[in-house]
Every structure is written in structure tokens, then in C-alpha cells.
């Protein structure tokens, strides 16, 4: 018995210590623009969808979606021993696919802080082989300010949040009790808007009263917090 129980604990220990030679570092923008510029071929890989790197990716990177069901076979064609950078578009994936290759023994994975969308807000460039769009800043002011209050739903269809989110929005939405017209954007159409708004992560809440900003929130919120969130920053 003892015997099993040393040759068990032997094996947790070199499990542990495969596992700890594979290092994910998670860094900014700016930082991993620096990363990615510093060697002339870099393992730069974009795990969104196809249509997503189509409206902006980063120059150089390929497209492996995480979703995918040949993700793990595609990048066993890189070199496990050199870095490997990930990003998606607002981290989610890109969390999960630096994970994997973790567990792929890739050593060096440097994971890029709110994705594209933070590249974005720091104003870095992208290639695009789609013309961004969606609506203008300046059509963005005349919605919001229709209504005496307006709250704003930043969204993506691939945010697990945004869908949890989504019914009791579309609920709110419709009831007139609240006295609050509620608008859903998809970042993904929006995204220079989203960009000029400084929208950093989703979900994304800004609640306007007659076309000024009084309240924003950064991610999950339940049904009854919002409610009273929107009740509290109400003015006469």
C-alpha cells in the first residue's frame, strides 16, 4: 500500500512538473505588439472565426479557430519550443486556446490582454480584408439621445455572457414599466463604434439620459441588479 501510494504521489509530481514548463503569459496591447515585432516570423494565431479575421486581424497571424474541430491538429504543425502568441477578439478564446496548448507541452504562450478589441483601443493597426462598418459616432449621439433614457448592450454572438444575458434584456426591453428604451449592438457590425466608445470587453452596459452617459458596466450582471442599477442612477 505504501509502495502505491509513493509511486502515485511520484506521478502527481512529474504530472505537476510537465505541466508547470509550459508558461502563459497574459500582457497588453502595446506589449504584445512589441512581442510579436521582435522576431521576423512570429507563431502569431487569431482562434476566432473566419468572418471575424476577415474585418481586422493582425498582420501575420493565421487563422485557427478555437471552435473548430481540427484545432488541436493544426497547431501541432508549429514549433512547440518556440513562442507562440494567441489572441481573439475579446480574450475568452484565446484564454482557452493558450490552455491548450499548454497542455499540447507548447513552453513559451504569450496570450494578448482583451484581444482585439483592446487593440483596438489603443488605436494599433489592423488588416483588414473586410470594410469595417456600422453606425457613426455621430448617429450613435442622435439614438441615444431620442429617449429621456437609454441603455446600450454591447455584445458579440460568441460571448458566453452576452447570450446568458440576452433574455431578460429582450424582457426589459418591452417593458414599458421601466421607462427606459434598451438597444442591443453587435460589436462585431460596430466595431469602429465600439472602438471611438472605448469599448474594452463585453458585455458593455451605458445607460444614457437625454444623450449623456451616466452609468456603464463591464461584464455578467443579473436581471435584478441591473434594474436597480438603472433605478439609481435615474434623475429627475
Same mark, same amino acid.
Given at each position: 500500500?505504501?509502495?502505491?501510494?509513493?509511486?502515485?504521489?511520484?506521478?502527481? /509530481?512529474?504530472?505537476?512538473?510537465?505541466?508547470?514548463? #509550459?508558461?502563459?503569459?497574459?500582457?497588453?496591447?502595446?506589449?504584445?505588439?512589441? #512581442?510579436?515585432?521582435? +522576431?521576423?516570423?512570429?507563431?502569431?494565431?487569431? &482562434?476566432?472565426?473566419?468572418?471575424?479575421?476577415?474585418?481586422?486581424?493582425?498582420?501575420?497571424?493565421?487563422?485557427?479557430? !478555437?471552435?473548430?474541430? @481540427?484545432?488541436?491538429?493544426?497547431?501541432?504543425?508549429? @514549433?512547440?519550443?518556440?513562442? &507562440?502568441?494567441?489572441?481573439?477578439? +475579446?480574450?475568452?478564446?484565446?484564454?482557452?486556446?493558450?490552455?491548450?496548448?499548454?497542455?499540447? $507541452?507548447?513552453?513559451?504562450?504569450?496570450?494578448?490582454? *482583451? $484581444?482585439?478589441? #483592446? !487593440?483596438?483601443?489603443?488605436?494599433?493597426?489592423?488588416?483588414?480584408?473586410?470594410?469595417?462598418?456600422?453606425?457613426?459616432?455621430?448617429?450613435?449621439?442622435?439614438? =441615444? +439621445?431620442?429617449?429621456?433614457?437609454?441603455?446600450?448592450?454591447?455584445?458579440?454572438? !460568441?460571448?458566453?455572457?452576452?447570450?446568458?444575458?440576452?433574455?431578460?434584456?429582450?424582457?426589459?426591453?418591452?417593458?414599458?414599466?421601466?421607462?427606459?428604451?434598451?438597444?442591443?449592438?453587435? =460589436?462585431?457590425?460596430?466595431?469602429?463604434?465600439?472602438?471611438?466608445?472605448?469599448?474594452? *470587453?463585453?458585455?458593455?452596459?451605458?445607460?444614457?439620459?437625454? *444623450?449623456?452617459?451616466? !452609468?456603464?458596466?463591464? $461584464?455578467?450582471?443579473?436581471?435584478?441588479?441591473?434594474?436597480? #442599477? /438603472?433605478?439609481?442612477?435615474?434623475?429627475?
Amino acid at each position: 500500500m505504501f509502495k502505491l501510494l509513493k509511486v502515485l504521489s511520484l506521478g502527481l /509530481l512529474l504530472l505537476m512538473s510537465c505541466r508547470s514548463s #509550459a508558461q502563459v503569459k497574459k500582457v497588453p496591447a502595446a506589449t504584445f505588439k512589441t #512581442a510579436i515585432e521582435s +522576431g521576423e516570423q512570429p507563431q502569431l494565431i487569431d &482562434v476566432r472565426t473566419p468572418e471575424e479575421f476577415a474585418k481586422g486581424h493582425l498582420n501575420q497571424a493565421q487563422n485557427i479557430n !478555437w471552435n473548430d474541430d @481540427d484545432f488541436n491538429s493544426r497547431v501541432a504543425k508549429l @514549433d512547440k519550443n518556440q513562442p &507562440v502568441y494567441v489572441y481573439c477578439q +475579446g480574450g475568452g478564446r484565446s484564454a482557452s486556446a493558450a490552455a491548450r496548448l499548454a497542455e499540447l $507541452g507548447f513552453k513559451n504562450i504569450v496570450d494578448m490582454e *482583451g $484581444g482585439v478589441m #483592446a !487593440w483596438r483601443v489603443a488605436g494599433l493597426p489592423l488588416e483588414e480584408t473586410l470594410q469595417a462598418g456600422g453606425m457613426s459616432p455621430e448617429a450613435y449621439q442622435e439614438l =441615444v +439621445g431620442k429617449h429621456k433614457y437609454v441603455l446600450v448592450d454591447f455584445y458579440a454572438e !460568441w460571448c458566453g455572457p452576452c447570450k446568458k444575458m440576452k433574455p431578460y434584456l429582450e424582457k426589459m426591453a418591452k417593458d414599458k414599466k421601466l421607462g427606459i428604451e434598451i438597444i442591443r449592438l453587435d =460589436v462585431d457590425e460596430h466595431n469602429r463604434l465600439a472602438t471611438f466608445l472605448g469599448v474594452e *470587453g463585453l458585455p458593455t452596459l451605458k445607460m444614457y439620459q437625454s *444623450g449623456t452617459e451616466v !452609468w456603464q458596466h463591464l $461584464g455578467y450582471i443579473e436581471e435584478q441588479q441591473l434594474k436597480k #442599477a /438603472l433605478a439609481d442612477h435615474k434623475k429627475p
